[in-house]
């Protein structure tokens, strides 16, 4: 038999005649414990000294790594700095010069708890330079793995340097548990995105000293100021395309303010990594909060989709309790209904408000494919092989091909030709699916199947939002086999499904039956409608509220009702279509999020001839 490790040994009796001794531990140990949490990797030792930069009111903050961190730490800022007599209690466990300790619920700094620097000695070699305004002279101080040496006199103009050079050495285990260098540097690199999202006014540079020679930028962010400066610094970080395609959030409920930047649906991500929240200004990852982000787009976008947000919530910091773990990631509202509400809502609104925008990058795209096929494919926001037959034929080749089948309509010269409004006068029908439309400053091209089946989604939402959805019987019931589970699935859901205009029962083992179907959706096939509707019955689990999970089940309703595609359409109808799209919410994309119709400017049209 293989000996094997026990662990802890539970079996034999701990009964001794001399129990074990209780000690106190030494500072070097206890500090190396709380290092455990504090500093999990060279990117949480970034955090911690950047926010004790920004605590001390910098402006102006440079960070030089190597290796990963692992090699070198080095954060210089111009802030308020450390008188020399304090320099050796700053690396004492739990001093700090940002609470007197009597209320841990009123916190307006990121530091409170006092632990950082000691920590970071406790497991490394650190060297902590800083300079107050008006000291005749700057001060340092160093520790190497626990071991504080004498305060000396250094140079420095103004503000503190903090040195933290081969981390975790002290620590091996910690250190075998890091990722390669460039994750390690990824993920710093991510932390000081974060935090230069929640301060726009100070300057930020980050630097790899990895290969020896002079720090290479790597990441630099402006100080911005004034109403823009968010925005601004978003830019900077999340690139022009998402500034572009962000609606501007603001919104207060009960003394909590939601504010930031929200990309429109078509400006989705493959993963949520462009997913910012803010609590009174400190980044957090919490869930709570990205899962209030995902059902506030649940209705706009495939699940495989994530949308792209920088928001802050302001809050009373009585009602939030950022105390929850040292590395203060996660927090604890006192009403967590409340904000998961505003963030909903909110954003909601927003994306309604934004109507039938579609995203400009998709517009960009779209000229670029026009202009010339490239060798390369476009690299496109959205996620365009979701779409059917887009693997094998780019859009070019779509748009190229529609030339061989145009049905021009008569051109109205009635007064009252819609020209004018933002999705124009319909002009022709291409392919049976798409209307190309000619607006008072270009063309409009729309693809009908996506624009109606979003349509008949905000009729059945609205409608069942009024009461019911009006159901419509079927002469003879319909009988649709599927497997037991799905069965289940939709029997159990009947009460919420008659609510939505579908009544079904079961009707023996593996078989249920269908007796009415929702009228808006007219004359549907039932087997392939409750398949959908099983499968996203599946998906959303019992979690979710029930309206939210009756949204996502008339969303794929939506889809077996749209009945335009594969259809002639007559000039009236074309313009009834657009003249609904211009009001209805969220017509400017699918139930997928994918756009619903795409614009070229007669500028850009020209360009597209040379004549600019
Ligand atoms: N960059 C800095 N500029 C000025 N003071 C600093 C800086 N870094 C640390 N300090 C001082 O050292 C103290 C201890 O820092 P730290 O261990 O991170 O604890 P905390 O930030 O929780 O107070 C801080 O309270 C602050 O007074
Ligand atoms: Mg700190």
Redesign the pocket.
Known sequence: MHAIYCGMNLETPKIQPDPPRIRQLDDAAANRIAAGEVVERPASAVK??V???L??G?SRIDIVIADGGKRLIR?T?D????PAQ?LAL?LSRH????IDGSDLLDIH??????????SLGAVAHLRLT?RTQGAPEAAEITVATGRVGPTRPAALRA??V?EVRDLFHATPARLKFLRTDRAETQAISDVVKRLALAAPHVGFTLSDASDGTAPKVTFRADPARGPEAMRQRARAILGADFDDNALDIDTTREGIRLHGLAALPTFSRGAAVAQYFFVNNRPVRDKQLLGALRAAYADVLARDRHPAAVLFIDIDPQRVDVNVHPAKAEVRFRDPGLVRGLIVSGLRHALAQAGHRATTTLTDQALGAFAQPRPTAPVYQMDMASRPNAQTRGFAEDLASFSARVEPIPEPDTPDDPQHLPLGAARAQLHETFILSQSETGMILVDAHAAHERLVYEKLKARLRESTVPAQALLIPDIVELPADDCNRLVNAAPDLARAGLVVEAFGPGTICVRETPALLGEVACAPLLRDIADELADLGTTDTLTARLDAVLSRMACHGSVRAGRRMSAPEMNALLREMEATPNSGQCNHGRPTWIALSLADVEKLFGRR
């Open positions: 911690e000294l926010e004790n930069a605590d001390a910098a954060v800022d802030g308020h700095g450390i304090d700053a001093a700090t010069s940002k700094s990121f530091g409170f708890r006092g632990e950082a620097l000691p800083s503000g503190t903090v």
